[in-house]
């Protein structure tokens, strides 16, 4: 898609959407005798959810997994509520939506938005599988990571330059921030 036009697209954001493996993490996970014991992910994209957040816009995680599964997002999450700025009330608590199947995102998505008044139109996602495709196809701004499946780059308004947990994130946070004309130097970050 032509820039003009995602620039015109992050403009009108006003809540973001993210998928956890693929896009918050690696998609790496070092598998135990009892299961998954870690996955990795990049601080730099923390710090783009905290500028985002900062600029007053809402975020949402949302995953397939459940259960033990997710417990790797949900601590991570855990983590960015228990900041200053949300318990101060500056920021929007980030909710966690786990076993969000591929034909539930969209609908889970929606009622969020409605807690704010927003549309779907004025929503930006970033996935980066099938489990995606619907979110990606439904929101006014799809981003992916670089190393996204074809099938969702296809939809994509976006492709980052860095791969998932390696810094996507933080390339679509840059983007709708410098879209709106938003200085990131003044923003508070905790």
């Not at 949402?60 to 900041?83: D, I, P, Q, R, Y």
């Not at 539930?104 to 779907?120: H, M, N, Q, T, Y």
């Not at 996602?125 to 995606?132: E, F, H, P, S």
Request: charged letters at 25%.
């Amino acid at each position: 898609m032509a820039e003009q036009l995602v620039i015109e697209r992050a403009r009108k954001v006003k809540a973001l959407v993210l998928d956890g493996d693929g896009v918050i993490f690696t998609g790496h996970v070092l598998e135990g005798m009892d299961g998954p014991l870690a996955k990795t992910r990049h601080h730099c994209d923390g710090q783009g959810i905290s500028l985002i957040r900062a600029a007053g816009m809402p975020v949402a995680c949302m995953t397939g997994e459940s259960g033990k599964h997710a417990v790797f997002l949900e601590k991570l999450v855990e983590k960015w509520n228990s900041l200053p700025s949300v318990k101060e009330g500056r920021w929007h608590p980030v909710p966690v939506f786990t076993g969000a199947e591929r034909s539930r995102k969209v609908d889970i998505i929606k009622s969020w938005l409605a807690e704010f008044g927003f549309s779907l139109e004025e929503c930006a996602a970033m996935g980066d599988d099938l489990t995606d495709y619907d979110l990606i196809r439904a929101v006014g701004l799809a981003a992916a990571p670089a190393q996204a499946e074809d099938i969702i780059k296809r939809y994509a308004h976006y492709i980052a330059p860095r791969r998932g947990g390696h810094g996507a994130v933080r390339d679509f946070a840059n983007l709708i921030l410098e879209a709106k004309g938003i200085d990131v130097t003044a923003l508070a970050l905790r």
